[in-house]
């Protein structure tokens, strides 16, 4: 009987050990708020970021602040190092997301079509954030109107901004005997094609050792010379307008005639950063998340603003993340509380000094707690008039980007050099506007 | 007397106990197999059967995760066959990448014999060969990023040395699959190697003194002795390597995500970027299935050839 009775007991702890095993493969998805919101008890809020070490600190530290002047809310902060999205649409789609919780401008469309998002308009009319003073493509690119982005309600607040701008290492153009680009204006298609070719530098076997410029950031020079990706409406790929084929064919040139460019191929071991870094490359586009890397970097560096096409004008595209809301959360009014905190004023603040990001309110930027001074790189209000002529990258235009995917996709042919531009783009522009349509067809009803 | 007398009404007795707990303790037996295996076989229907089923019922709805599915019939697999040439193209790619599957057993068979004698550091060659099996697959896949490197990798480097310019290996759309035949081909190695090893030692050795006997070459022997008698072992291979390679995934993401110009694009891949980038998880399942009965018919296939070409003994 005893011996039976044992047997029955191993068992069952075996079996409760693989089970328990099996079950801890399904992990418990974030804990929504449990507290009953009423006057006096405490709340609790969750809230979600990514970010690196530094970025982390700062953030410990802001909501620490918020906690202070907030006594009745506690914010349970969880640091969410990589894998963000993923991790992200998991907690969503299991139905209990935190209440807050980062949103870059990329995942924006495709959570805010969801019905994902807190409609945040009414709180942003109350709380007497002064929107005007904010970048207006940072509030743009967190905007939804049932259809299309960039128009309608508020719902998301944006974190920080990051326009592009051209990093150039000093040292480089010293030793080629060649002036600094202006920060005060972009320099031409034919003024980088100049520069960069005296900034090329071969081997005796004739193989490239210095590129003068980095990959391109090419929307840039698609936009400043009068090409665009999609139609105002987006509606329709309008890259194969003459202008729009003129500054591709320019960025092709570049890489394959011209060879002051590398191609994909350099990049695929060494990344673009890795070669500024080791002084492989003169010129490279890059945004204001790179400088506290650079700052510690063995050469002398600088920025200027990205070059231009026929228009003249300052343009490149820039990354943003917003704070927004889960729109099941059961403490909203907290919620937004803690986001008019971390995207207003005091927010704004903690993150500038750390040199990580342009402050989403203009009249921050034109103070030395973004400028600076003192620091590299020396020519930082080139940062804010990039600011001014940015526009949303690419993928923040539709929520659902596949047509996108296939362009980056068929447009590798032209940076192959296999083919012109004119005859690529009007290759691919049927099967770009076909996966836009059935991506999308909420813009064509 | 009496003694014996009672030692048979026990036994009598006992007799018929047992035949009455008979029933009771076969299924006291039984009871704990059935334990031990439980737990996996729960295991299996939660997370295995049920999700399986749950997908067929998704391939037949429109469904982005976070929304109810919307029941949609049939919709998404006539999309799939008439108006998706992407999808045909990462089927071709897909196809196209198992050229791998008869280099990479060919290969790995004459490691194996070569390795079958006891050359010196016969432990060194086979621990090399096998090493690829058990790294870390994002690893590897650095590595083999800065080998295809078309300026300063080792293989461009190598064919250098005989006046040969090499492609520019990642980023082109001719010579993307290729490079990332090579490499999977090189990942396959050590499996292949190590059961073929144990499969040539197997061979009867009055085989080869038989033909031997009877004035066989080399290649006589090696055509009809060693390869039939190793066939159980290739088709062991060629099943799994089939069935591995339509379902390709992590090597096409990591080194090219399907580029460039989508010409490594596999179907898994595909299907991952419909699933969780463009949310269309519907349509994701629906690809899944088609999959399944692609791969189905692929082995059924190879089991019916089989009886032509593999020998049992």
Partial sequence: ????????????????????????????????????????????????????????????????????????????????????????????????????????????????????????????????????????????????????????????????????????????????????????????????????????????????????????????????????????????????????????????????????????????????DQMFNTGKIAMIGGGRWMVPTYRKLGFDWDVAPMPTGKLNTWSGWSGSVGYSIYKKSKHPEEAFKLIKFLAGVEGQKLGTELGFQIPTFKSMSNTDLFLQKGQKPEHAEVFIKAAEGQRPGSWTLTPNTKWLDVFNQRITKLWEGKTTAEKLLNEIKPEIDKALKEGNPQIFN | MSKNGDLNVQLNVKSVEFNVNKKKKFKRKYIYGYLFIAPP????????????????????????????????????????????????????NTIYAAIGIPIGIGLSLLIAMGLSKNIKGINFFRTAFFLPSICSVVALTLMWKWIFNADY???????????????????????????????????????????????????????????????ANNWDKFWHITLPAISPTTFYLAITAVIGAMQAFVPYMLMTNGGPDYSTTTIVLYLYNNAFRYMNMGYASAMAWLLFVVIMAMTIINFKVSSKWVHYD
């Fill in chain 2, 41 to 92: 076989f729960i295991g299996f229907i939660l997370f295995g059967l049920i999700p399986i089923v749950y997908s067929l019922y998704i391939s037949m709805t429109s469904f982005d995760l976070f929304n109810p599915a919307v029941f949609t019939g049939l919709d998404n697999y006539k999309k799939l066959f008439l108006e998706d040439p992407l999808f045909w193209q990462s089927l071709f």
């Fill in chain 1, 1 to 272: 009987m005893l011996k039976h009775a044992k047997k029955m007991l191993v068992f069952t702890l075996i079996g409760s050990m693989l089970a328990g095993t099996m079950l801890t493969g399904c992990g418990k998805s974030d804990d929504a708020s449990t507290s009953v919101t009423s006057k006096g008890e405490v709340v609790q809020l969750t809230y979600n970021a990514w970010g690196a070490k530094d970025e982390d600190a700062v953030m410990k530290k802001l909501l620490a602040a918020f906690e202070a002047a907030n006594p009745n809310i506690k914010v349970k902060y969880n640091h969410i190092p990589d894998d963000y999205s993923n991790k992200m649409n998991t907690v969503l789609a299991g139905g209990s997301a935190p209440d807050v919780f980062l949103t870059s401008d990329g995942d924006f469309g495709r959570w805010v079509k969801s019905g994902l998002l807190l409609n945040m308009q009414s709180y942003v009319d109350k709380s007497g954030i002064d929107l005007k003073d904010m970048w207006a493509s940072a509030l743009g690119r967190y905007q939804y109107d049932g259809k299309v982005l960039a128009k309608g309600d508020q719902y998301a607040l944006p974190k920080d901004i990051g326009p592009s701008v051209l990093y150039y290492n000093k040292d480089l153009f010293k030793k080629a005997g060649v002036e600094f680009p202006s920060s005060e204006n972009p320099m031409t298609f034919e003024e980088l094609l100049a520069l960069s070719q005296k900034l090329t530098k071969k081997d005796t076997a004739g193989k490239i050792t210095q590129y003068g410029i980095g990959p391109l950031w090419w929307e840039g020079f698609l936009w400043s010379n009068g090409g665009d990706f999609l139609s105002k409406d987006n509606k329709e790929f309008v890259m194969n307008s003459k202008d729009g084929i003129e500054a591709m064919q320019y960025c092709a040139d570049l890489i394959n005639k011209y060879k002051v460019s590398p191609d994909g191929k350099s990049t695929t071991a060494m990344s673009a």
């Fill in chain 2, 153 to 215: 990798g080792v293989l461009n480097n190598i064919l250098g040395f005989f006046h040969i310019q090499g492609p520019n290996w990642l980023g082109s759309s001719t010579w993307a699959m290729p490079a990332l035949i090579i490499q999977g081909v090189w990942g396959g190695l050590g499996t292949g190697m190590i059961l073929y090893i144990a499969a040539l030692k197997n061979v009867p050795r009055t085989f080869y003194e038989a033909a031997d006997i009877d004035g």
